[in-house]
């Protein structure tokens, strides 16, 4: 079984410059999220998708950051314009089930470097 | 909310040795519990979950958690280290009626010949 498959693995641009980020969850796994991890930190919830709706995205810094998840499947991650805090690993994770913390499945992530 | 504190930022074991990490949480009710690892450029990987019944619960690669209420913790413990072993670990906590996980900072353990 494939796991969750994050491209790119390694981004670096410039501050003000758009990026995004693309996840494939698990195949059947119906819950997605993007976490996003500082250095020496844990994730930190970004936002949650439950098919096609993104359920949870209080987390999400809606002033430059967007998500879509348009047909349930994989997902998309922007960031218009990126800022020297937005360095990070981001993080993409599915499971079976969302109502309650049943096991997540991550994906390798996307280094971020804003210049 | 809940939360969680890993006290430890990085430890070094000899290879062969015994590992322990802490965890507490900070969580009013019966907390779900979990323990990753990651390693370098990788994305986490379970090494084992806490929900309910016995207290002492198995996981991948040899480890090991016991959950105490009363101490509020749960601490992964290895035997016997492997070179491998040498990554980050992270404890989580969730509550029973919501998916949302909160991750401790991480602890580093870097294992030496």
């Known amino acids: 079984e494939a796991g969750v498959v994050q491209s790119p693995r390694y981004k670096i641009i410039e501050k003000k410059q758009p990026v995004a980020f693309w996840c494939n969850p698990i195949s059947g796994h119906n819950t997605l999220y993007w976490y996003l991890q500082n250095l020496g930190q844990g994730p930190e919830l970004l936002i949650r998708y439950e098919n096609e709706e993104a359920v949870d995205d209080s987390q999400l810094p809606k002033d430059r950051f967007s998500a879509e998840r348009l047909k349930g499947v994989d997902s998309t991650l922007k960031i218009q314009p990126a800022e020297l805090g937005d360095s990070a690993v981001y993080l993409c994770?599915?499971?079976?089930?969302?109502?309650?913390?049943?096991?997540?499945?991550f994906g390798p992530g996307t280094r971020l470097t804003v210049l | 909310a809940q939360s969680v504190t890993q006290p430890d930022i990085h430890i070094t074991v000899s290879e062969g040795a015994s590992l322990e990490l802490r965890c507490n949480y900070s969580y009013g009710a019966t907390p779900y519990l979990f323990w990753y690892v990651q390693s370098p450029g990788q994305g986490l990987q379970l090494l084992l979950k806490?929900?309910?019944?016995?207290?002492l619960v198995q996981g991948i690669k040899g480890f090991e958690a016991e959950f105490k209420r009363s101490q509020s913790s749960f601490n992964l413990r290895k035997p016997s280290v492997h070179w491998s072993d040498a990554a980050e670990y992270f404890c989580?906590?969730?509550?029973?009626?919501?998916?949302?996980?909160?991750f401790g900072a991480g602890t580093t353990v870097t294992v030496r010949a």
């Open positions: 806490y929900f309910s019944g016995d207290t």
């Open positions: 989580a906590v969730g509550r029973s009626n919501d998916y949302k996980l909160s």
């Open positions: 994770a599915s499971s079976l089930v969302g109502g309650g913390p049943s096991e997540q499945f």
